[in-house]
């Protein structure tokens, strides 16, 4: 009776975990990653786009990011776009391509890079707990309007409780497993 209600509420719950990853990717670690940047947004033409749509964001290099814009004449609004994000790094143009050399963190921004992903994933868990709150909602009002039983009820709120544990110990997983690369990169 409840299968699908709760088949939805463990979609949203698998989304919510999908966004902490897309959040993970934004924050830096040792390591060049396009997701750090590809998210910029550039003047492009008259409207503003992310960089992703106008050009190739490559890793040569651990510690390096390639930009080639796919109009050799984006090269200053990307770089004026990278300058202003205030990302810490300098670009450097051959006139095709950008050059991003990623500095060295300290351990101090190390830190500060753990708890913006603690915080990260203190939201994704307050959000799954909102899941499963109006999934309970949702299936106490059905279950009235279809008089089912109060044990039918139950069961599905518990295999909500469950899956929500589930999703907020993968959650606390990536956690982890950023931090290391945040600390140790």
Request: proline share 4%; net charge positive; with cysteine.
């Amino acid at each position: 009776m409840f299968d699908a209600d709760i088949a939805d509420a463990k979609g949203k719950f698998d989304k919510a975990l999908v966004a902490l990853a897309n959040q993970f990717g934004h924050i830096r670690t040792g390591r060049a990653s396009p997701a750090m940047i590809e998210h910029l947004q550039v003047e492009a033409y008259g409207s503003m786009m992310p960089l992703n749509q106008c050009a190739a964001i490559t890793v040569p290099e651990p510690t390096q990011l390639a930009i080639k814009p796919w109009d050799k004449g984006m090269v200053k609004a990307i770089e004026k776009s990278i300058v202003a994000s205030n990302l810490g790094m300098a670009p450097n143009s051959d006139g095709q391509t950008i050059r991003l050399q990623l500095p060295a963190l300290s351990q101090e921004r190390r830190k500060q890079l753990v708890g913006q992903a603690k915080d990260e994933a203190e939201k994704t868990k307050v959000a799954m707990r909102n899941i499963r709150r109006d999934a309970i909602k949702h299936l106490e009002v059905k279950g009235k309007e279809q008089k089912a039983s109060e044990d039918l009820i139950k069961k599905s709120k518990e295999k909500i409780d469950a899956m929500l544990k589930d999703h907020e110990q993968q959650a606390e997983k990536k956690l982890a497993e950023k931090s290391k690369d945040i600390l140790e990169g």
